[in-house]
DNA sequence: ATGAAAGCGCTAACAA
DNA sequence: TTGTTAGCGCTTTCAT
């Protein structure tokens, strides 16, 4: 397949390569209709496209930016990137999606080959764990914005849940329905995410402001594979909790494998609320009461930070952290 | 932030830039020493990164391949692209990911801004709406791969399920549990998709080989909206079905809001099996009987046939269609 | 209204 | 063992 440049189609119609560039890019300002006609024939009839590479290693513009997710298997990862998606084909950019799956290694080489690959700008769920990386490239002007997460070292716009107030809902419910000892089981690969912090310390904060003793055994955070055992152990302490707050969605499965297992009734034997609105709440046997992220809005906040940072529309100066809504949805397990 | 290139790096360790590409392209036979650890060091002392983007340009290839699913919604979908995503990922290559929606409109213009963005090779998930499209690309010995549907018209590569074998599995293990009126709900956007087709016709073909007849008023292809009042219309039909089997998770999802709406007892009023192994079938309450795809068997495959290609170790002169061998897996839905 | 020419950052003959 | 040179396909001054 000899590719088809825009020599030849300056060829065929009979104008120099600037004119037919000219085209290309719309400035029809100063183009004789002929001419016009004459390129757009000959474009047709060569079936001439337009290489993009030898355009972005001009104009140093890919229109593409980078995504690094921190771990792709959670429902609310691929929501974010949708809506990501989405927004950039409304600006006529392109998305590479990358899996750091929470390790500041990966995540460190996918930035640099993301800047190889002479991304525009990138959109992260930050490890944490790159500081100086993420410094250098702010330092350098790099367009970046954080997700779901946001580094207090590093000042870049970031886009989070209100984590404190998505525990607290999830709390205050429990309460209203007569709960009392009320656990909170989050998933843990790396120390220090403020994701996960904060929605602990909401829960804990949400205890307190409802006069309620916080037991240290009702908190746990752990990978998948142990939330078998700890909750055997969890529950068959002499007061084992009522209630139960998954912190995310791999969470709540991996409670609701166990559950089956074990035959434990939900909400009878235990009551239930799960962070991020799985595909299954409303149907699942009980419904699943849950604490919906606006993912879809966050993911468009983000891009449109990113894309209008590019775009050197700035106003990111004052804000740096976007903080959005949680919102309860009831159902019959709590 | 000023870009550095091979150039900087040659001017600061008193070389030219060919020695400098020679060594990041790892020719070090012909090299001295001193000249390699000159540039190492002039490297990490400038911050180096080669752009992709010239190099992409002069090499005529980007190292990236093309995705294009046809509905991202489905958990089929994202196990596939994961696992090409593997795949590539240790071939050194990229992906880009684009969502045609089942519209054949915007999988043209998918497959046109990929080739514009110069990919290597693309795998589709073909709406069949894009004949003499692909066939060009086939005339042009473009790298390219089908992925869960074929095209009769287009002898390309193309990995499957053995979706005649996924229906009759079904079909056989409800027959053994003692239902004889089943039914069979699909999705319908596109008339002509292979999937659907094959899943019906092994769907009837199982029907009689068990000699059940074939009732028309269970054989339902539909769009999602519409499967709640088809299943009410069904369900009160003077015989209804007894057993359904949702032709995929999206299906099986809707399928499972109804009965949850209506109370219907799975599997006492109804029994189900759904193809595609959706997150909660080992959980949901009743456990789903499924009948799985080996998704990321299915991408990997792809992958490498279509890396393969692009490394023009060809061997996909014999074989069309590659078919993967669905896979039951009993649970208490039925 | 259109064209000539330089150059984006890199690679690959071919020379030396 | 290393350097010179000519592009890859496009955009963009600056002439004309």
Redesign the pocket.
Same mark, same amino acid.
């Given at each position: 397949m000899r590719?088809?440049?825009? %020599?030849? /189609? %300056?060829k065929h119609s009979? /104008? =120099?390569? =600037?004119?037919? =560039?000219?085209y290309?890019?719309k400035r029809y300002? &100063?183009?004789?209709e002929?001419?016009?006609t004459r390129i757009e024939e000959a474009i047709k009839l060569l079936g &001439?496209?337009?290489?993009? /590479? %030898?355009?972005s290693?001009?104009?140093?513009s890919t229109t593409t930016i980078g995504v690094i997710v921190a771990n792709i298997l959670h429902t609310f990862s691929t929501q974010v990137i949708r809506a990501i998606e989405d927004i950039c084909h409304d600006y006529d950019f392109h998305t590479i999606v990358c899996n750091a799956d929470d390790d500041p290694e990966k995540e460190k080489k996918y930035i640099e080959m993301l800047q190889a690959k002479q991304v525009d700008g990138i959109i992260i769920f930050p490890t944490g764990g790159n500081v100086e990386l993420f410094l250098s490239l702010k330092e350098n002007d790099f367009p970046l914005v954080f997700m779901d997460r946001y580094m207090s070292e590093v000042q870049v716009p970031s886009v989070v849940l209100d984590n404190e107030k998505a525990s607290k809902l999830a709390v205050d419910y429990f309460v209203d329905r007569g709960y009392q000892r009320i656990g909170i089981m989050t998933t843990s690969i790396l120390e220090n995410l403020t994701t996960r912090i904060k929605r602990v310390g909401g829960y804990r904060q949400a205890l307190q402001e409802q006069n309620i003793p916080i037991n240290e055994n009702y908190i746990k955070s752990l990978e998948l594979h142990q939330f078998e055992d700890a909750m055997t152990n969890m529950l068959s302490l002499k007061n084992p909790p009522q209630a139960i707050l998954a912190g995310n969605d791999l969470a709540l499965m991996e409670i609701l494998k166990f559950t089956k297992k074990k035959k434990i009734s939900i909400p009878k034997d235990l009551a239930l609320i799960g962070i991020d609105d799985v595909s299954f709440a409303s149907f699942y046997n009980p419904g699943l009461t849950t604490v919906a992220q606006p993912a879809f809005e966050m993911g468009k906040k983000a891009a449109e930070l990113l894309l209008n940072k590019i775009q050197k529309k700035e106003e990111d100066v004052h804000h740096h952290i976007y903080s959005f809504e949680p919102q309860l949805i009831k159902r019959e397990s709590c």
């Open positions: 590719t088809i440049t825009i %020599a030849d /189609v %300056a009979n /104008v =120099s390569k =600037s004119t037919v =560039s000219q290309l890019n300002e &100063y183009m004789g002929g001419t016009k &001439y496209r337009p290489n993009i /590479v %030898a355009r290693l001009k104009q140093k």
